[in-house]
């Protein structure tokens, strides 16, 4: 089957063709640094990293930017609470998101753009909009004129008579009944303190839109494949965006639109707005693995809901810790296994998951997949273990889907393992009263962050925050 994706331009499934061969380049809307992610947005940059390892996994060369809005209404607000300089509070949110990255395994993006550094191209394309008719000056600030640009509404399939021609909006994040002109360019006010740049357009900052436009532009080209974001982005912001590029250089802007859905806690949309949020750094300090928010986040369609729970978290432990097993299981089988019974389980998980996965990443069959080979590669160990020939094809299969999943092979996971192995050998020490090297071993992993908790059910682990 061939690779498709839902656009949500066309709401069609559609093949997927690069506009250049074997290459894809894509747009990922990425974090607004003016608090810590929580894992609702980790759920959006985890469909992402999903969508770029399968491509990478069908053989594209991918280019992938990622934007860091670290100016906005929400950035100059807080810095100038806080009394801070914008990029020192932006930079301690910058380094807290690339940890998170790390810590559920999302592989880095080529390019991760910050705003502040992008203005001059910015001012540019802000300017050949007003050559072009697409903007106009009020007061000292610059408006996009959605009238200018039939197409407005295209991709989250507004009327134009449902917008309020001639309105306008200055805050970056507007209401859907608001739709109307937007800035572009705000000029300086009071609330802004010392955030500004003096520009042919005059002092101010730039919007919060134009940021995602010249900067996928610069990176990417003006015309790309893949732009995607939350569903809370289509709109305004990928409208607007679409508005001000195409308004720009008169050519189709994007190919294929894809948007995640929410992750949601008790029927509400995870936001730092309603309070319901968890971040990686909460639940981690819980003693959860980070791994396991991984998997919370990608086993469920990017394009259902997904409802968070910390049962959730608990069931998805027990599918790495299958995984981890299986993987251990085949390292150590010897034997002498039927080639062709081996091969033919290889070939029917593969076909299976790929099956899935080409069908605009629909995971759970490519899951179910890969724990149906787990199961029988297992039961082929059990009767007869696995030529060293056959050992080398399963785990080669293995490491090709977790080259997507990203959950087996990680360097979090041989931590956490090593963590297990030394708990396992404080207990031991225990057993043995030897009380000496017992303290010891608690004392060196709490050096490293781990603290322990001897419970009536064992003894549990946790890293300190
Ligand atoms: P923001 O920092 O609010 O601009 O959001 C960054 C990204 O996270 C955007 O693509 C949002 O659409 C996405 N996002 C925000 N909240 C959620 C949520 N609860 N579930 C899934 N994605 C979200
Ligand atoms: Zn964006």
Not at 102 to 120: G, K, M, V
Not at 437 to 447: C, E, G, P
């Amino acid at each position: 089957m061939a690779l498709r994706f839902l656009n949500t331009l066309t709401r069609k499934l559609e093949n997927f063709e690069p506009i250049e061969q074997g290459i894809v380049r894509m747009y990922t809307c990425g974090p607004t640094v003016y608090g810590p992610a929580h894992i609702g947005n980790f759920r959006a940059y985890t469909f992402e990293d999903i969508l770029r390892r399968y491509l990478l996994y069908k053989k594209y060369h991918v280019t992938q930017v990622m934007n860091l809005t670290d100016i906005d209404d929400k950035t100059i607000r807080d810095s100038n609470a806080a009394g801070i300089s914008l990029s020192d509070h932006t930079r301690k949110f910058k380094d807290m998101f690339f940890r998170d990255l790390d810590r559920l395994n999302i592989q880095r993006a080529e390019h991760y753009p910050a705003a502040t550094e992008h203005i001059p191209e910015m001012v540019v394309m802000i300017n050949k909009l007003l050559e072009n008719g697409c903007a106009y000056r009020s007061g000292h600030s610059i408006y996009f004129k959605i009238s200018s640009f039939p197409k407005y509404g295209s991709l989250s399939h507004m009327k134009m008579e449902d917008l309020m021609a001639g309105a306008r909006v200055d805050s970056d994040e507007y209401e859907k009944e608001t739709a109307s002109d937007f800035a572009l360019w705000k000029g300086w006010t009071d609330k802004d303190g010392p955030v500004f740049w003096e520009t042919s357009l005059g002092k101010g900052r730039p919007g919060w839109h134009i940021e995602c436009s010249a900067m996928s532009m610069k990176y990417l080209g003006e015309h790309f494949d893949i732009h995607t974001g939350g569903v809370d982005n289509i709109f305004p912001h990928h409208e607007n965006e679409i508005a001000q590029s195409e308004g720009t250089t008169g050519e189709k802007f994007v190919n294929c639109w894809m948007h995640n859905a929410h992750l949601i806690v008790e029927g509400r949309k995870m936001a730092k707005s309603e309070g319901n949020y968890f971040t990686v750094e909460d639940l981690v300090g819980q003693g959860h693995n980070p791994l396991a928010i991984r998997y919370v986040l990608m086993a469920t369609h990017y394009r259902q809901q997904l409802n968070f729970t910390i049962e959730g978290l608990e069931g998805a432990k027990a599918a790495i810790t299958r995984l981890k097993d299986f993987k251990t299981n085949v390292e150590n089988a010897h034997g002498d296994s039927d080639t062709n019974a081996v091969r033919s389980t290889i070939d029917k998980a593969v076909t299976g998951f790929e099956a899935g996965m080409d069908d605009d990443l629909n995971i759970s069959p490519s899951l179910a997949a890969v724990f149906d080979f787990v199961r029988e590669i297992n039961s082929i160990i059990a009767k007869t273990g696995l030529s060293e020939s056959d050992r080398t094809a399963v785990m080669d299969t293995l490491r090709r889907f977790d080259s997507v999943l990203g959950i087996v092979f990680t360097a979090e996971r041989d931590i956490d393992s090593e963590i297990e192995t030394l708990i396992q050998n404080r207990i031991d020490a225990k057993k043995n009263k030897d009380y000496k090297k017992a303290d010891q071993i608690r004392a060196d992993l709490l050096n490293r962050g781990i603290i322990l908790e001897d419970t009536p059910s064992g003894t549990k682990w946790k890293r300190k925050i």
